[in-house]
């Protein structure tokens, strides 16, 4: 029941978020119509973000405590991550051409974004070839926890090197300490709706993914005792 639920709600914010940037979002000042493509990039990065801390908190507790429950949400988040940090460096790519006039520069943010899905991209492709068993899952958890400490050094990425990248797109921090909107509220207004339908939309991939996992295991079984 909560997964078609999940569907349906990230569908409807979807289409409310197609109208809401269509034909009531005005075009940003310097970029223009392109800068419509942030409503794609930022949740997709945002949902390969939190697919790959899913499978971090999973890996961990893997080690920790041999449940299986826990291998089964780290490798299909994995996998969810991986659609989505590739759709975020695509929309990127496409971004960028109008943007900086190319698609793509080996600066800080990027080359880690990428070594970021190539670890990733190792770990989908451990689960599908490794023998099953103990001993994969074993080995994905150590390399889900290790790709996860990329993540902040790509965050902290556009401080520490010149990229063509500009820092916080949501908030920054002025002198008196508190955190204030670094966009217009007409641009930060959808921005936000479109990262509460992307989680929706996460959530729902997830649920979906661990009920064919589970599906695909009792088949399995099935067989095994046929």
Same mark, same amino acid.
């Given at each position: 029941?909560?997964?078609?639920?999940?569907? /349906?709600?990230?569908? $409807?914010?979807?289409?409310?978020?197609?109208?809401?940037? +269509?034909?009531?979002?005005?075009?940003?000042?310097?970029? #223009? +119509?392109?800068?419509?493509?942030?409503? $794609?990039?930022?949740?997709?990065?945002?949902?390969?973000?939190?697919?790959? @801390? !899913?499978?971090?908190?999973?890996? $961990?507790?893997?080690?920790?405590?041999?449940?299986?429950?826990?291998?089964?949400?780290?490798?299909?988040?994995?996998?969810?991550?991986?659609? @989505?940090?590739?759709?975020?460096?695509?929309? &990127?790519?496409?971004?960028?051409?109008?943007?900086?006039?190319?698609?793509? !520069?080996?600066?800080?943010?990027?080359?880690?974004?990428?070594?970021?899905?190539?670890?990733?991209? #190792?770990? !989908?492709?451990?689960? *599908?070839?490794?023998? =099953? &068993?103990?001993?994969?899952?074993?080995?994905? *958890?150590?390399? &889900? $926890?290790? #790709?996860?400490?990329?993540?902040?050094?790509?965050?902290?990425?556009?401080?520490? /090197?010149?990229?063509?990248?500009?820092?916080?797109?949501?908030?920054?921090?002025?002198?008196?300490?508190? =955190?204030? %909107?670094?966009? %217009?509220?007409?641009?930060?207004?959808?921005?936000?709706?479109?990262?509460?339908?992307?989680?929706?939309?996460?959530? +729902?991939?997830?649920?979906?993914?661990?009920?064919?996992?589970?599906?695909?295991? *009792?088949?399995?079984?099935?067989?095994?005792?046929?």
């Amino acid at each position: 029941m909560l997964t078609p639920l999940l569907g /349906w709600l990230s569908l $409807i914010g979807f289409a409310a978020l197609g109208v809401l940037i +269509f034909a009531f979002t005005p075009n940003d000042r310097y970029m #223009g +119509f392109s800068q419509k493509i942030m409503y $794609i990039h930022v949740p997709s990065m945002w949902v390969a973000y939190l697919a790959f @801390f !899913v499978v971090f908190f999973c890996s $961990i507790g893997y080690l920790w405590k041999r449940t299986a429950a826990f291998d089964r949400v780290a490798k299909s988040s994995a996998e969810i991550g991986v659609l @989505f940090c590739g759709l975020g460096l695509l929309t &990127g790519a496409l971004w960028g051409r109008p943007t900086w006039g190319t698609y793509w !520069v080996w600066d800080a943010r990027l080359t880690t974004t990428l070594i970021l899905l190539l670890i990733y991209v #190792g770990y !989908v492709l451990l689960r *599908a070839f490794a023998d =099953p &068993g103990e001993q994969q899952a074993r080995l994905a *958890a150590v390399l &889900g $926890i290790v #790709g996860f400490l990329d993540i902040p050094l790509i965050h902290v990425s556009v401080q520490w /090197w010149r990229t063509l990248h500009q820092q916080s797109t949501l908030f920054q921090v002025v002198e008196s300490g508190a =955190p204030k %909107p670094s966009m %217009p509220v007409e641009l930060l207004v959808p921005l936000l709706l479109a990262l509460a339908a992307a989680t929706l939309f996460y959530a +729902f991939l997830l649920r979906y993914r661990l009920q064919v996992e589970s599906r695909v295991e *009792a088949l399995e079984r099935h067989l095994a005792r046929q």
